[in-house]
């Protein structure tokens, strides 16, 4: 089975700091994704990665940055995090055509 | 960039009724899936079906890429079917656009 983990399922913090989302995936894919999930906006990509060290933007990447330094490993990072980012955050690894899903992470910026 | 339109937006059902969700889209795609969002908020994936039609259980999916629509079809509902259900289709790069989502809810 595909299993992708996401480093917390809920996290709260405060306007101004630096925060780090890490996604794992234990199969050895090339394609990494993150998105984020808004009531009324639905889902959006924001980052995704071919392969290690490589990044492309999606539709929002504005005031969010990544790293990919493993395969297995792909950070999502908001440099000067803003009440805005509060949000649902989920990660996807793609196996052939198909993506799979973290679990997500609820994130809350006070 | 290519649309993806889900119908209906909610639907509400009596335990053991079936229903279909419907899923179009505006472009060629090289991939469609259909995911439950469960409680808790993580996506299940049911079907990457971008053409054909699938079963599994009381879930099958069609999709009719030259008419660019997928249907989702759940039979005997349970409680436990409701949620989310969301499709996504890719064009290139594997990059998912989702549509806005059916909310399901099965009374008992």
């Known amino acids: 089975d595909v299993k992708v983990t996401q480093s917390s399922r809920y996290l709260v913090k405060r306007t101004g700091e630096k925060v780090f989302l890490e996604c794992v995936q234990d199969?050895?894919?090339?394609?990494m994704f993150w998105y984020r999930q808004d009531p009324g906006l639905g889902l959006r990509l924001i980052y995704f990665s071919y392969d290690v060290k490589m990044k492309e933007k999606g539709d929002i990447p504005e005031g969010y940055s990544v790293s990919r330094e493993k395969k297995e490993r792909f950070s999502l990072i908001l440099e000067s995090a803003s009440t805005n980012q509060t949000s649902m955050y989920l990660c996807?690894?793609?196996?052939?055509?198909?993506?799979?899903f973290g679990p997500g992470t609820r994130l809350t910026v006070l | 960039g290519i649309q993806v339109e889900q119908s209906p937006p909610d639907l509400i059902l009596q335990e053991g009724a079936n229903s279909t969700l419907r899923c179009n889209f505006s472009?060629?795609?090289?991939?469609l899936q259909w995911f439950h969002q469960n409680p808790w908020g993580q996506l299940i994936n049911l079907f990457y079906?971008?053409?054909g039609t699938k079963q599994n259980g009381r879930l099958s999916a069609t999709t009719v890429a030259t008419e660019r629509y997928s249907l989702l079809y759940i039979s005997s509902s349970q409680t436990t079917d409701s949620g989310v259900y969301f499709c996504?289709?890719?064009?290139?790069?594997?990059?998912?656009?989702f549509g806005q989502g059916t909310i399901l809810t099965v009374h008992p």
């Open positions: 199969m050895d894919h090339e394609n």
């Open positions: 996504a289709v890719a064009t290139s790069y594997g990059k998912l656009t």
């Open positions: 472009d060629s795609v090289n991939n």
């Open positions: 996807a690894s793609r196996v052939v055509n198909e993506q799979f």
């Open positions: 079906i971008p053409s």
